[in-house]
């Protein structure tokens, strides 16, 4: 155990920034944001990542793996200790300073905690803490997560909840976080811990028996103490079931929470880069996967995020050109119909999922210039090697390879909506999903006031001149 206590402690010097009202969020994870093969940290972060991040147009981070945990193989989701910093990334003085620089920047900083699951482990976790298996958990199969392989809080019990509670408050208080994303609260939100429970939409799947009104509750407490104590946090719900109202206040009856994420999205787009040829692509099912969320409850859209990028998966960039990707990179290599074809659709997955899936847009470090290969820690199977535990920034650094002109889209996109505003558009309306022109319209109006239409053509084969397209307000749009 180490105990900080250092002579001189970090004094922050740059306030919460302003509330963010189109959040662009940047995932990112400290220990893998270098090309070199180790565990990167926060100075590294600080110094090479921030001014990265507000270049691309990012107004918002979302740092993971940050609460200690003893296997670093898990991404930070097997807690070991839920008030500490994790050490391998340098200092608690050092985190702060980041956090700090951070906001001087104007970038908010959320914090992906864990309060949904703990890990078994007994000498340096909570687990048996007290030499029972009661004392922050419920006992016997409702206190065990068979898949995760780890231990879950009986938030019936009052230490639980002060417990969990205080460690919201201390993140924001000690470290100065603007707000959280709360992972895998689907575990929490039913008895089955959405272990094979599938969701449908019917209200009596979220309203009844199978429901855990005890993590409910907690969750409902924790947005309304965040949300009146600190009223900057940003909170985000990790979860896959659609539960109606947890994105609505808790004075409505709702849980609470700012934002719940997209999760259909990027697993719409990986089936469909798995299993349909481009001839086949349904465009209702694009759309209709794009749009299909509550009114007035926040979604934040994105294309991939960090469980696509994890081995046994791919990112879509490696869906898409795979192989090619170590071949034919290079701006003076022969034009590839692979590659020009994979950053066509990679750029228009990302633009079309920014503009049509949410109020809220988040990317993966890395993926927004097409990162190759996958995410794999050092572990006993790959012979502890930190070879696909890094980013390789030096690609899109590099004027000789394309991942910079993947990167140059993503910043211009970003910059795009900043300029005229869609994800703040309290309406946006699809006039067109044509099947067999491959064709997709919609049109929104963005905080700018200036009416917007976008036409995605994704035939592989054929372009069109002189399209016809229906538009609320008649007149000529500028390209």
């Known amino acids: ?81 839920f008030f500490a910093a994790s050490s391998r990334f340098g200092t608690l003085e050092e985190l702060k ?171 719409m787009w990986i089936k469909i880069l798995k299993e349909t040829k481009d001839e086949d692509w349904n465009m209702q099912n694009i759309t209709h996967t794009l749009t299909n969320r509550r009114y007035d409850e926040g979604t934040i859209a994105y294309a991939e995020s960090h469980d696509q990028a994890l081995v046994g998966d791919k990112t879509i960039a490696f869906w898409l050109m795979d192989k090619e990707m170590y071949t034919n990179m290079g701006t003076m290599n022969y034009r590839s119909l692979i590659i020009d074809r994979g950053m066509a659709l990679h750029k228009m997955i990302r633009l079309i999922t920014h503009t049509l899936g949410g109020e809220a847009y988040l990317n993966f470090i890395g993926n927004e210039f097409g990162h190759p290969e996958w995410l794999d820690f050092p572990r006993q199977g790959n012979n502890s090697s930190y070879h696909y535990a890094r980013r390789q920034f030096n690609l899109v650094d590099d004027e000789q390879l394309r991942y910079r002109f993947l990167g140059n889209f993503d910043r211009d996109m970003n910059r795009s909506e900043e300029h005229y505003g869609w994800l703040r558009a309290r309406q946006q309306y699809v006039s067109c999903h044509h099947g067999g022109d491959k064709v997709i319209v919609f049109d929104k109006v963005g905080s700018s006031g200036i009416p917007l239409v976008f036409v995605f053509n994704f035939h592989p084969t054929q372009s069109f001149t002189d399209y016809r397209i229906g538009v609320d307000a008649a007149g000529k749009y500028p390209l």
Not at 17 to 38: C, D, F
Not at 178 to 192: A, E, N, Q, V
Not at 209 to 226: P, R
Request: charged share 20%; proline share 4%.
């Open 1 to 81: 155990m180490v105990f900080w206590n250092p002579k001189k402690k970090y004094e922050f010097k740059h306030p919460h920034p302003k509330r963010p009202i189109n959040l662009k969020i940047y995932e990112s994870h400290v220990g893998i944001a270098s090309p070199e093969g180790k565990v990167a940290n926060y100075k590294n972060f600080q110094q090479n990542m921030l001014p990265r991040i507000k270049d691309l147009g990012y107004n918002a981070i979302q740092i993971m793996a940050v609460m200690e945990h003893a296997y670093y193989a898990s991404f930070g989701y097997q807690v070991t200790n």
């Open 97 to 267: 300073e980041l956090i700090d620089v951070a906001h001087g920047m104007g970038l908010y900083v959320m914090l992906d905690v864990i309060h949904s699951h703990a890990s078994k482990n007994v000498v340096d976790g909570l687990n048996q803490f007290d030499g029972s298996n009661t004392g922050f958990f419920h006992d016997g199969p409702r206190g065990n997560h068979d898949l995760w392989d780890s231990r879950c809080f009986d938030y019936s019990q009052w230490e639980v909840l002060r417990f969990l509670l205080s460690n919201l408050r201390w993140w924001v208080e000690e470290y100065h976080f603007d707000g959280f994303r709360f992972d895998g609260i689907t575990s929490m939100l039913y008895h089955s811990k959405g272990i094979a429970h599938g969701f449908t939409g019917n209200y009596n799947e979220y309203f009844g028996l199978v429901t855990d009104t005890e993590s409910v509750l907690y969750l409902t407490i924790a947005n309304y103490m965040l949300h009146k104590y600190y009223p900057f946090v940003i909170t985000i719900a990790e979860d896959v079931s659609g539960m109606p109202g947890i994105c609505r206040k808790v004075e409505e009856g709702g849980q609470g929470f700012d934002y719940r994420l997209g999760m259909g999205i990027p697993d």
